[in-house]
């Protein structure tokens, strides 16, 4: 764990108030949602139940949250108010975990969980259960309550809890892969039967799905998608690289297509409108709507808070763009482009409108994938903005974009295999 992470039990977050950015309330924690992982390894934490002001209850992911105080929660603003629905391989902890009979290791005594501590992983923003207090002895009789030693104790330092390594279920199956990059699990689920496809799928949350779906052939994702329920798969969408999620959805049936836009938050599925518009092979088709935009007036300081995101790929990443007001796009007149490295070479307070790079043409949304490939090529670059004849920046094309439509369509079938080395070894390949 990070020095100085705060660690946070969860017995004080019980009711507290989650307020939106501006201040305002917009519920109360009734709940977190866990996973449990195969042997030893702590809890990934998944996110809270939140009840509403209507008392409907919804589920609000740990990558919506940008704080947790004293007393508070802090949301992003950002919030799916769908009524939460408990998946298959989600914990609950006040309602599921609490309470329960465990096993010391190292004593074999019995004990009851009272409570957890969650805490934040270095640079991430993935939560783990990472300790649990408990009381030593047995509950004892509803006439006579036992009072035992309390004590704290690492999450490895109890058993019961863990999944078993032997077990056959999705839940089980998707432990074991946890720690594969996306494109690897991808890659997994390619070759299982379709059956075994759609049970994984099912039990992944959304945004490890939407990254999944990313690295799939496209039947792959039409086949996942079509298995989900319709409210899960707009909420697969919102999750996905908006790019990537068009694609799918101009695939889709004109019906199938309406009815997941319409379950869909209305920015997003206007985004998504707009990126159907353009012809796939253009730079209208390829970009994602979502780059880093900042004002003229905004710092390296800044640039560097919003380049630390950790849900930005490295392309996305490597430059912000600089425009006038709205900062969403289509934003105003895109000024130019400020790269990552010259950031970190500037004082924190210097203005990135003082460190444009205003001399390359941006490409225009028509543009189309040869001549994308030679921006590309020609410049050096990893990320490139896409601005319309007023001057508005629409998006920007990554690389990874370029190359998936390059390809060949089976590419994903091939397995890359270094050279055979001097000593006749060979690396690893892609698995298969």
């Not at 509403?52 to 209850?57: D, E």
């Not at 004590?151 to 720690?179: C, I, K, P, R, Y």
């Not at 899960?232 to 997941?260: F, G, I, Q, T």
């Not at 790929?313 to 010259?342: I, N, W």
Request: with cysteine; proline share 7%.
């Amino acid at each position: 764990m990070a020095a100085g992470a705060p660690r946070i039990f969860v017995s004080h977050l019980a009711g507290v108030p989650v307020f939106d950015p501006n201040g305002d309330q917009v519920g109360r924690v009734r709940d977190l949602v866990v996973m449990l992982r195969v042997g030893k390894r702590p809890p990934r934490v998944l996110g809270l139940v939140v009840e509403l002001s209507t008392r409907r209850r919804i589920f609000l992911p740990m990558t919506r949250i940008s704080g947790i105080e004293s007393g508070q929660v802090i949301s992003t603003g950002v919030m799916n108010v769908r009524r939460f629905e408990q998946r298959p391989t989600e914990r609950l902890v006040f309602g599921e975990l609490l309470d329960r009979r465990v096993t010391l290791v190292e004593t074999g005594e019995e004990a009851t969980v009272l409570d957890m501590s969650v805490q934040q992983l270095p640079a991430r923003r993935d939560w783990e259960i990472d300790r649990v207090f408990v009381r030593k002895g047995r509950k004892g009789s509803a006439f006579r309550r036992v009072k035992g030693e309390t004590m704290t104790v690492d999450w490895a330092g109890v058993s019961g809890f863990a999944l078993e390594e032997h077990g056959q279920g999705a839940e089980n199956l998707l432990a074991t892969f946890e720690q594969l990059r996306p494109a690897d699990l991808a890659n997994v689920l390619h070759h299982l039967s379709p059956k075994r496809r759609a049970e994984v799928a099912a039990a992944l949350d959304d945004d490890r799905l939407a990254d999944v779906l990313e690295e799939l052939p496209e039947d792959d994702q039409i086949e996942i998608l079509g298995k989900l329920q319709e409210e899960r798969a707009a909420d697969v969408l919102e999750a996905m690289d908006p790019d990537d999620a068009a694609d799918l959805l101009s695939e889709l049936p004109e019906e199938d297509k309406e009815r997941l836009l319409s379950l869909m938050q209305p920015g997003d599925a206007a985004d998504m409108r707009r990126l159907m518009s353009y012809e796939e092979h253009t730079a209208g088709g390829l970009m994602t709507t979502e780059p880093i935009v900042l004002r003229p007036d905004a710092t390296v300081a800044d640039a560097l808070a919003r380049v630390r995101n950790p849900d930005l790929s490295p392309a996305l990443a490597a430059q912000v763009y600089v425009c006038r007001p709205p900062d969403e796009t289509p934003t105003g007149k895109y000024l130019g482009t400020a790269h990552f490295q010259r950031l970190l070479r500037d004082p924190p307070y210097t203005l990135v409108s003082s460190l444009l790079d205003d001399d390359l043409q941006p490409l225009s949304p028509d543009a189309s994938l040869p001549v994308i490939a030679g921006f590309f090529a020609t410049y050096d670059m990893v990320a490139a903005p896409v601005v319309d004849e007023a001057g508005s920046l629409l998006g920007a094309v990554t690389v990874d974009d370029v190359l998936d439509h390059m390809l060949p369509d089976d590419w994903r079938e091939t397995e890359f295999h270094l050279e055979e080395s001097p000593e006749g070894d060979k690396g690893a390949g892609h698995a298969s």
